[in-house]
């Protein structure tokens, strides 16, 4: 009976057991975890896009080598994250096939634009700030083969975050034309960050059931709050200003308090009328036809191998 099931299922989760793709588990929260892993997945392969814009205009060889490894690194968490889906029984192509179709979401934060080099440095530490303050609890997530591939993805999310503060700290202590290209990059991107972590707590369908999954373990607006309260100190360490005429410092509750969030731009780039939703998907399929004959060959090499196999 799928009720005596559910409530061992339930049970499990209440005593911290992992879940593991062999088990038993609700279609709800298989479905569920394909959506949220999946999304995930595509934010990674979509967001090399925009700091792979520049890769061949970065300034020196070693900030070069560095944005390369983190590009590189994103593609290899997408595929880690795809193989993570797929132990739910789904395929690859499948999933594929609903971003190049433009029917899966990705994350809103990926269809801004990187306007000039001083993006790379906020986007690692804000992007990445706040990919690590909304992963970390994900590696206690219930199900197994997503709470292990986390715990990877944020080591080197770790690395990309201080990527980006130490190439905001070095323009912000570099020349007045440096130090503004730092504050302008500021400016674009922060409220788009704090957009990344989700609609506010009264407006998100799907919180109240994943948190009672132990998929995640923090509402959107927590995670939201944590992110500000960290990285606010941060900015003013640079000598930067956030774009929020409302943040303030609340002696009472120890918190950072922010400005109204504009809900409707949220809504308009996650529905695709981004600045750049377009271009993202354009390049993607681009991208996947162009490699289609990489594929079509290591396909008909593992044929042949086969089929030598065989004989
Ligand atoms: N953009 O009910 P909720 C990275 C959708 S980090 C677009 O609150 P949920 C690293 C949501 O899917 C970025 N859509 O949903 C990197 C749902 O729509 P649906 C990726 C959004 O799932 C750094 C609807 O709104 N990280 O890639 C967004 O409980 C630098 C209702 O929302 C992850 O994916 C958004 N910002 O909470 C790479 C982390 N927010 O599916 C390159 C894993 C919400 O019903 C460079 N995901 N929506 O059609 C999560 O933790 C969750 O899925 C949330 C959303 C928190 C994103």
């Not at 990705?106 to 790379?120: H, K, R």
């Not at 997530?141 to 130490?166: D, L, N, T």
């Not at 120890?254 to 354009?282: K, M, T, Y």
Request: a neutral charge.
């Amino acid at each position: 009976e799928d009720s005596v099931l559910e409530a061992r299922f339930q049970a499990r989760i209440d005593a911290e057991e992992k879940i593991e793709p062999n088990d038993w588990m609700p279609a709800a929260y298989r479905r569920t975890l394909v959506r949220q892993i999946s999304q995930h997945a595509h934010s990674e392969i979509i967001g090399m896009q925009p700091e792979g814009n520049w890769i061949t205009r970065a300034p020196s060889l070693r900030r070069k080598a560095a944005l390369l490894a983190k590009v590189q690194d994103e593609g290899g968490h997408g595929m880690y994250l795809y193989a993570a889906a797929e132990t739910l029984g789904v395929s690859r192509e499948e999933l594929v096939e609903q971003l190049l179709s433009g029917k899966a979401k990705y994350s809103s934060i990926f269809n801004y634009p990187t306007l000039n080099w001083a993006d790379i440095g906020a986007i690692g530490w804000l992007v990445d700030g706040a990919a690590i303050m909304n992963q970390i609890p994900l590696c206690r997530c219930s199900y197994g083969p997503y709470a292990r591939a986390m715990i990877r993805v944020c080591k080197e999310e770790s690395f990309h975050q201080r990527q980006g503060y130490e190439l905001m700290l070095t323009l912000c202590r570099g020349t007045p034309e440096q130090k503004a290209m730092a504050q302008d990059a500021l400016n674009r991107w922060w409220w788009p960050s704090l957009m990344m972590f989700g609609p506010s707590d009264t407006e998100s369908v799907h919180s109240g059931q994943t948190m009672v999954w132990k998929i995640k373990r923090f509402s959107n607006d927590e995670l939201r709050q944590k992110f500000i309260d960290a990285t606010v100190p941060q900015g003013h360490f640079l000598g930067l200003t956030f774009p929020d005429p409302d943040l303030a410092f609340n002696e009472t509750t120890g918190h950072w308090e922010h400005g109204e969030i504009d809900w409707s731009e949220f809504a308009r780039v996650v529905a695709g009328d981004g600045p750049c939703n377009r271009q993202r998907l354009a390049a993607k399929r681009k991208a996947e036809a162009d490699g289609a004959w990489v594929r079509e060959a290591a396909l008909a090499h593992a044929d042949k191998r086969r089929q030598r196999q065989a004989a």
